[in-house]
């Protein structure tokens, strides 16, 4: 992509001084989501400013997390940066294995960083991954299938209104289900959302004493909810669907609510790739009435593995990406409402950004998650798709496995909730939780 040198001056941004003696070739290892696809298609602009190069290797979700955390766990040396989020930075930042970003320079203004996103990508104080972008979750639907249904989405909705909506929605001769939701294996494709959603029904995984909370009501009423609403209205093979297989469906008018990552409305309201742009519209994620609600929070963030023999030239492109400066290029480039979101202050005082229609929606959706209290009754876990352990990755991994097959019609919910139950308290037993 060509950028003219007026283009470059408008959108510099102060690098930090290097000493570097020689142009770098950076190894950069991200997820296959629209905000770093774009990047990349922006990174001749960093390379103008700094010599540097960058080699992609853009990688699907779940592929992704495993080969980022084999290469940093067995010091591979892979990758000069690595796109990680708020689960595995602070456990790889108290391992040593990140270089910690606190020296960066003063006009990237690490302050203007939002506090829920700092606080998320830090340990002990100490900043180890800087957000490209941030999100919460919250629900997308399709205004004109909901007025066709007589029905008004609340600002602060239900479930049980959720699943109303999506049955007076679903259309199946003309291939428009009611809620696309993801159910793709994976702590953090279905795994992530399942475990939102069973926040706002009163569940937990784990009691304060570390004990697996599987086999209690509040877990069989999340699955057995999320079986009985999707089989009602959602898509053929919702097992299989993620984040990009339901972008996809709702882009392509198939969906009437989709509930995912806030970060999907620029996306969906996008008239370049969605057919139903301008009929979209957006409310907080669901709840239950019981104090909490179904939205998680995360941000996609970029760090550096401790060893990298480029660690100058890396911290130049970090800055470079989750800048204020690289906002302002997006936007000269594509228009607001495509910029990064979530991560800064800034953004959410700019009067530009304030007129994008889901810009306060994604900001509450944000402010409104609690990691530290996740949950209606008391965990010893921070998180709120996860629990910020070492142990729980691999394992949540396991139990999406079983609630997939569930959505497969493979076997039952009791089935699925025993093995998770199984699976869980085995795992923490062995890691000497228990």
């Known amino acids: 992509m060509y950028f003219s040198k007026a283009l470059c001056a408008a959108s510099a941004i102060a690098i930090i001084a290097t000493g570097a003696a020689q142009a770098e070739t ?20 960093f390379t103008a400013k700094t010599g540097h190069e960058v080699e992609w290797v853009t990688l699907e979700e779940n592929v992704l997390r495993q080969r980022v955390t084999t290469d940093i766990s067995t010091k591979g040396g892979a990758f000069d940066i690595m796109t990680i989020g708020m689960y595995e930075t602070p456990i790889w930042g108290a391992n040593g294995w990140l270089v910690p970003l606190d020296d960066l320079s003063d006009d990237y203004n690490v302050d203007d960083i939002l506090p829920a996103m700092a606080g998320g990508l830090s340990y002990d ?64 494709e279905g795994g992530a959302f399942i475990t939102a959603m069973s926040n706002s029904f009163g569940a937990r995984w784990f009691d304060e004493d570390w004990n697996a909370q599987f086999d209690t009501q509040p877990w069989k009423d999340t699955l057995e ?6 089989n009602e209205s959602g898509p053929p093979g919702y097992a299989t669907n993620g984040f990009n297989e339901n ?135 921070v998180g709120i798709q996860f629990a910020a352990i070492p142990e729980f990755a691999g394992i949540a991994t396991e139990v999406s496995q079983e609630f997939s097959a569930v959505y497969a019609g493979q076997q039952s919910i009791d089935e699925a909730l025993a093995k998770a139950q199984a699976i869980t308290n085995d795992a923490m037993e062995a890691a000497g939780y228990r």
């Open 125 to 188: 104080g100490t900043l180890y991954a800087a957000p490209f972008y941030g999100e919460s979750s919250m629900v997308m639907y399709r205004t004109d299938l909901m007025e066709a249904a007589g029905l008004e989405m609340p600002k602060a909705p239900t479930w049980s209104f959720i699943r109303e909506a999506a049955a007076a929605m679903t259309d199946r001769d003309n291939e428009i289900n009611g809620i696309c939701i993801r159910g793709k294996a994976g702590w953090g």
């Open 225 to 230: 909810f999320y079986v009985g609403m999707m």
């Open 26 to 45: 950076l190894t950069i290892a991200t997820v296959n989501n629209g905000d770093m696809i774009r990047m990349q298609g922006l990174t001749d602009d």
């Open 247 to 381: 972008l996809s469906l709702f882009q392509q008018g198939k969906c009437g609510m989709w509930i995912d990552a806030t970060v999907a409305a620029s996306f969906v309201t996008n008239p370049n790739d969605s057919t139903v742009a301008d009929s979209v519209s957006f409310a907080l994620a669901p709840d239950n009435g019981l104090g909490k609600r179904s939205n998680w929070l995360w941000a996609w963030a970029l760090a550096i593995p401790a060893g990298t023999q480029k660690e100058a030239a890396a911290k130049e492109f970090v800055e470079w990406a989750t800048s204020t400066g690289y906002i302002e290029l997006v936007a000269e480039n594509e228009g607001w409402a495509n910029v990064p979101p979530g991560a800064r202050t800034s953004l959410y005082e700019n009067p530009n950004y304030l007129e994008v229609p889901f810009a306060q929606m994604t900001l509450d959706s944000i402010l409104s998650a609690d990691p530290k209290n996740p949950t209606v009754d008391p965990v010893p876990y």
